[in-house]
């Protein structure tokens, strides 16, 4: 953002002074999703004198923050002309870089007082005082839940900004963004497998306008104050690299209540079925131990149970036969067995369920093909 007032300044004054949008003829500034992040110059320098307790630095920040604040009501900002009807005018902001995740470090002491101050407002009810973001470059053995931790900022707010898309994912190297207030973040055009079912499910309320936009780093995300990931959600983000059992198959029948093929009744359909032809390989869905292994169910006919990490399960009925053994551990992709027909069933199918916490789930939620 070259020539802005944001530019000018460097290290601890620009955690006062970034993410703002100037107000012509007016010497406030706000955020870009309309909550104020300092109204005036007064209630801007009673925000400082209780945060920053060196008077050297107040005075530092303040007068950096007055000349901002004269700046923004002026309008002076170099590149403002040339940008004005440019659709690249969405300029990029240089947030306050925490070198280190440790309260010795001015600028992180800085950060987690606002996290604090934000969570506090949380509890309440209120919107925080400021919406704060900075930028910290992530070292060799980072994860979005270890920097959660550290951050003491919930991991979905963390990895929704900043389009993680999958727990483990390396992070080394790259610059993030840490924001102050906990919240989703789901982008106006998502990417990432877990965006796009955050998209879906939440487009009701996103398209009705219920939540502001952020514009961050020049991209826009719908920001949903106190919102966190449904365990659904949480799930597909915790168990990365779930796949789908079949490699080919047809969508016979969703989750969900529906009315029986057999019975001809309204009846809650635990699982998904998933048409192919007799003989088609069934895949783990995801690593795990064949818990339960049963031949000629009268209703799943052939099936086998998988137990998987943090509470989940899946389960593979209507087998043809059965490629493992009870207590045997299996990996992602691993066949376990061939479609069939057998038990209660209208045509060669594999009928998938996933549970969470012993509660049936939608599988389609999970599955990322």
């Not at 003491?152 to 707010?157: E, G, L, P, T, V």
């Not at 920001?223 to 796949?243: D, E, N, T, W």
Request: glycine letters at 8%; a positive charge; aromatic letters at 8%.
């Amino acid at each position: 953002m070259a020539g802005s007032p944001c530019k000018a300044f460097d290290g601890i004054c620009r955690a006062w002074i970034h993410n703002i949008q100037c107000n012509k003829g007016k010497q406030t500034c706000s955020s870009s999703s309309g909550t104020p992040c300092f109204y005036t110059l007064r209630s801007l320098g009673h925000r400082i004198q209780r945060k920053v307790k060196s008077k050297f630095l107040r005075s530092t920040i303040l007068a950096a923050a007055t000349l901002t604040l004269l700046l923004c009501a002026n309008s002076i900002f170099a590149e403002e002309e040339a940008d004005k009807d440019s659709s690249s005018s969405m300029q990029m902001l240089s947030y306050p870089l925490i070198e280190s995740l440790d309260s010795r470090n001015v600028l992180f002491k800085q950060y987690q007082e606002a996290v604090q101050d934000a969570s506090m407002a949380e509890i309440r009810g209120d919107l925080p005082s400021a919406l704060e973001f900075y930028s910290y470059k992530a070292k060799k053995k980072d994860t979005a839940m270890l920097l959660s931790s550290r951050c003491a900022i919930r991991y979905d707010s963390l990895v929704t900004l900043n389009s993680i898309a999958e727990n483990g994912e390396s992070l080394e190297g790259r610059t993030l963004i840490l924001p102050t207030a906990n919240g989703l973040y789901i982008p106006h055009e998502p990417q990432t497998p877990i965006e796009i079912l955050l998209a879906k499910e939440h487009s009701k309320d996103l398209l009705e306008g219920k939540y502001p936009t952020l514009t961050i780093n020049g991209k826009k995300f719908y920001f949903m104050k106190g919102v966190r990931f449904s365990p659904a959600q949480r799930a597909y983000f915790l168990i990365p690299g779930m796949r789908l059992p079949l490699d080919k198959s047809v969508l016979t029948s969703s989750f969900g209540m529906r009315i029986s093929p057999i019975s001809g009744k309204w009846k809650f359909h635990k699982g998904i079925d998933m048409a192919a032809p007799i003989g088609s390989n069934i895949y783990a869905c995801k690593s795990g131990t064949a818990t339960t292994v049963v031949k000629m169910n009268p209703t799943y006919g052939n099936y086998v149970v998988l137990r998987h990490d943090d509470g989940m399960s899946s389960l593979y009925a209507h087998m043809n036969d059965i490629s493992v053994t009870k207590d045997q551990k299996v990996s992602t992709g691993q066949i376990i067995g061939h479609v069939g027909t057998t038990g209660m069933s209208t045509g060669p199918h594999l009928h998938f369920e996933i549970h969470l916490n012993g509660e049936a789930q939608d599988p389609q939620k999970y599955l990322r093909n």
